[in-house]
T-cell receptor, first 114, second 119 residues
Framework: AQKITQTQPGMFVQEKEAVTLDCTYDTSDPSYGLFWYKQPSSGEMIFLIYQGSYDQQNATEGRYSLNFQKARKSANLVISASQLGDSAMYFCAMTSRQMGKLIFGQGTELSVKP | GAVVSQHPSWVICKSGTSVKIECRSLDFQATTMFWYRQFPKQSLMLMATSNEGSKATYEQGVEKDKFLINHASLTLSTLTVTSAHPEDSSFYIC???????????????FGPGTRLTVT
């Protein structure tokens, strides 16, 4: 069965510090994709970063990087130099060739303190 | 590029009435669109997968007669909540997959969501 898990319901981080949001997944499909999305209070889903199962290097997009540990089935999001505007819900998501659809983790609410 | 719109962005309706929500891919064609539902402080739950020109595939537990999905063209899918009740109040989000997307990429593009309140 395909599953994706975020075990941190809420996280606090001081402005300008780095923070890691955890995500673990489970799939038997060798071809899959992992995503992180940010959802501010407005509700829109903002795509942050993508990691394919065959990608050799960890994905990076500006202040966002994905710590992909395939053997441990984890895909943690690292946000460097946190900003007040980073306060939002963050969702880890997975899809696979087999699944054809995106499934989401439970989400982590990140609060950045000034 | 890759913009998905939803209309309306919010709607209030009376119990027992039906509400239609539109999801459009503005600058790409989408053979497949997805409809999600999200309650406050919870994750997105996939309701159904909408395929252009064919019947939607509903997730387990989703009433197909209550949530009617039509995907009549490569740029438009609609979700109709029939005989809405207060428990149907939720945030509904659609997403679309680019038909012409490179093989092996799985990215979906999300609409801004529709907030439905049933009184």
């Amino acid at each position: 069965a395909q599953k994706i898990t975020q075990t941190q319901p809420g996280m606090f981080v001081q402005e300008k510090e780095a923070v890691t949001l955890d995500c673990t997944y489970d799939t038997s499909d060798p071809s899959y994709g992992l995503f992180w999305y940010k959802q501010p209070s407005s509700g829109e889903m903002i795509f942050l970063i993508y990691q394919g199962s065959y990608d050799q290097q960890n994905a990076t997009e500006g202040r966002y990087s994905l710590n992909f540990q395939k053997a441990r089935k984890s895909a943690n999001l690292v946000i460097s130099a946190s900003q007040l505007g980073d306060s939002a819900m963050y969702f880890c998501a997975m899809t696979s060739r087999q699944m054809g659809k995106l499934i989401f983790g439970q989400g982590t609410e990140l609060s950045v303190k000034p | 590029g890759a913009v998905v719109s939803q209309h309306p962005s919010w709607v209030i309706c009376k119990s027992g009435t039906s509400v239609k929500i539109e999801c459009r891919s503005l600058d790409f064609q989408a053979t497949t669109m997805f409809w999600y539902r999200q309650f406050p402080k919870q994750s997105l739950m996939l309701m159904a997968t909408s395929n252009e020109g064919s019947k939607a595939t509903y997730e387990q537990g989703v009433e197909k007669d209550k949530f009617l999905i039509n995907h009549a063209s490569l740029t438009l899918s609609t979700l109709t909540v029939t005989s809405a009740h207060p428990e149907d109040s939720s945030f509904y989000i659609c997403s679309a997959r680019d038909t012409a997307g490179a093989s092996g990429t799985y990215e979906q593009y999300f609409g801004p969501g529709t907030r439905l309140t049933v009184t």
